[in-house]
């Protein structure tokens, strides 16, 4: 018994030590993997930094800054 449990397909989890997709919680590396659901706001958002600026220069536009 190697004590994984094994989800259904539907159920992708990525490692969070490898990045490998797997559909065990356990990755062969030795991580644990969680769901692959990506974060709905991340700090390291590359398209954060750009909606901040537009929308600055939206309100810059309209007399607001
Ligand atoms: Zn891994």
């Known amino acids: 018994m ?3 449990r094994i989800n259904m397909a539907k159920h992708i989890l990525k490692c969070q030590e490898c990045g490998a997709y ?3 919680e356990q990755c062969k590396c030795g991580g644990v993997a969680v769901p692959a659901k990506p974060p709905k706001y991340s700090p390291e958002d590359p398209y954060g930094d750009y909606r901040r600026r537009a929308k600055e220069e939206y309100w810059r536009s309209i007399g607001l800054l």
């Open 22 to 24: 797997t559909l065990t």
């Open 2 to 4: 190697h004590g994984l």
